[in-house]
């Protein structure tokens, strides 16, 4: 009996079980306040690299590939620009002092914005790669995404560490 690929392995399911992480720590996040800098801080450097991986990840292995297909092409052109505006914010996150009275209401801009995007992916952007791509094309990616984000995580933890 071949031995069952667990389901987690499709890209979709393990881009939604990577949202559900973020929102987590959004939600944790949100909570903080600036006498709480420092717990801020370890949150937000999480976030932060949970973020940039998930991102460039989907990217190189999803939007790279839903890119060749036409119909989609304004969905992706318009999810590339979402995780650049989420870029910028989290640079902005990352600058200013975690005890600034600006952040948490930046933080909340942030929320809405990856909350917005993250609802489109699991809708519209599933949806797209669904009718694209098959089942074994579904797998594959899932790994391809699995591994280089692990790959990502690992080269933002060693730069810190150096
Ligand atoms: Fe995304
Ligand atoms: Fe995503």
Redesign the pocket.
């Known amino acids: 009996m071949p031995v069952a690929i667990p389901a987690l392995m499709e890209i979709l399911n393990a881009?939604q079980a990577d949202h559900r992480e973020m929102r987590a720590i959004i939600k944790r996040l949100s909570v903080t306040t600036k006498r709480g800098a420092s717990s801020r801080e370890k949150l937000f450097l999480r976030l932060h690299e949970q973020l940039e991986a998930?991102?460039t990840a989907?990217?190189e292995i999803l939007?790279a590939r839903l890119r060749e297909i036409k119909s989609a092409r304004e969905l992706v052109l318009r999810?590339l620009e979402?995780?650049h505006v989420?870029r910028l914010l989290l640079a902005e996150l990352d600058a200013l002092a975690k005890d600034d009275e600006s952040w948490g209401a930046k933080l909340q801009v942030l929320q809405e914005s990856v909350e917005h995007?993250?609802k489109e992916?699991e809708t519209e952007?599933f949806r797209a790669a669904r009718k694209s791509l098959d089942r074994d094309e579904l797998k594959t990616r899932g790994e391809d995404f699995l591994r280089r984000r692990k790959e990502l995580l690992s080269e933002r933890k060693s730069a810190r560490a150096a």
Do not use: K, P, T
């Open positions: 881009i998930h991102a989907e990217e939007y999810s979402e995780h989420a995007h993250m992916e952007v």
